[in-house]
């Protein structure tokens, strides 16, 4: 069953403006996201991937109202989240939690362990005096710490042991979901390894969903149920993960999973470089955003009245793009 949807979700921000331009009015915006539309089932891990920049976080954050929509709706097991009043949201975030990217700056260093993983007890008045304490020292072991570790500050750890801090926080009101914004990437691959089994382990214990922000799509492989592929502030790929990694798929996506490390130095594949930069959010191009880059693109794919939507191409599996079937025959067979 579904367990969070958003439908047209959009975040624009206003650039920074000199005299001129605010005199004139000529504001402009960063279109972070475009109209998303997007779901997450219960149990699942649903992995988000794409270029940094692409509007990966902004997702994340929005879809829990870390961040305000600018347009859009998400709804959480059919209430809209966008209506609710800052009282009711602050309710529904025990169901809904989020484990940043980099646990140094999100810990409080002024805080103990014990402070920091029992401050969401407290507002939520999950538990109070003894029980909040052995709640606390229960999380800790829950993600392979140890009790006594709740005296001790946040730079008293390794990188490692501070995102399960952070996910031991998350777990502190039994959430539904946790939002994953890339909650590997800046470990040493050994340490990312445990911590990825740790993620797997908890949601099997506690029948938890994650949305896993990542731009690693060989860690996504194996950790992901299905898989939303992002460009530029839209989704131009989502399915199960085997029918993403696997033709057919979407033009970006076969350029993302060419990049994919191999460890067979004999190995020949060809690798697929784009050509040019990521346009700006800013001004995006007309029609289909990824055509300026597109090797498979043709002439009309500029002068569409938007960016195509998202296409069964069989099942589950979608692709935001009218000519996904010349991708094999272009480059062939991995």
């Not at 997450?40 to 891990?45: L, P, V």
């Not at 902004?58 to 829990?64: I, V």
């Not at 597109?294 to 002068?303: M, N, R, T, Y």
Request: net charge negative; hydrophobic share 35%; glycine share 8%.
């Amino acid at each position: 069953m579904t367990l969070l949807r958003a439908r047209g979700l959009t975040k624009h921000y206003p650039t920074e403006e000199g005299l001129l331009d605010r005199f004139l009015g000529n504001r402009q915006w960063v279109r972070a996201l475009d109209g998303v539309d997007l779901e997450i089932r219960e149990g699942e891990t649903l992995a988000l991937v794409g270029e940094s920049g692409c509007g990966k976080s902004t997702l994340g954050r929005t879809l829990l109202r870390l961040e305000e929509p600018t347009a859009g709706s998400v709804y959480h097991r059919g209430d809209d989240l966008t209506s609710l009043s800052t009282a009711e949201m602050r309710a529904r975030r025990a169901d809904l939690q989020y484990v940043f990217q980099n646990p140094t700056s999100s810990l409080d260093p002024r805080h103990t362990v014990g402070e920091l993983v029992g401050e969401a007890l407290d507002v939520h008045g999950v538990a109070r005096g003894r029980e909040r304490d052995d709640r606390v020292r229960d999380l800790l072991e829950t993600v392979g710490l140890r009790a006594s570790h709740a005296n001790r500050y946040p730079h008293e750890f390794s990188g490692g042991q501070r995102q399960r801090i952070g996910i031991a926080r998350a777990l502190a009101v039994d959430p539904e979901l946790i939002v994953c914004d890339e909650p590997v990437s800046a470990l040493d691959v050994s340490v990312q390894a445990r911590i990825l089994n740790l993620l797997a382990d908890l949601q099997a214990e506690f029948g938890l969903a994650y949305l896993f922000i990542a731009h690693d799509l060989s860690v996504v492989e194996h950790v992901a149920d299905r898989v939303a592929v992002m460009y530029l502030g839209e989704l131009v790929e989502v399915g199960p993960t085997e029918a993403v990694f696997s033709p057919p798929y979407h033009p970006y996506t076969r350029a993302l999973l060419s990049a994919i490390p191999e460890p067979d130095p004999l190995w020949e594949g060809d690798r697929i470089v784009l050509d040019g930069s990521v346009p700006s959010p800013v001004d995006p191009p007309p029609g289909c955003k990824f055509h300026t880059r597109c090797p498979v693109a043709s002439e009309d794919c500029g002068e569409w009245e938007s960016h195509p939507d998202l296409e069964s191409v069989g099942g589950d599996h979608a692709i935001a793009c009218p000519y996904y079937d010349r991708v094999e025959s272009t480059f062939g067979g991995d």
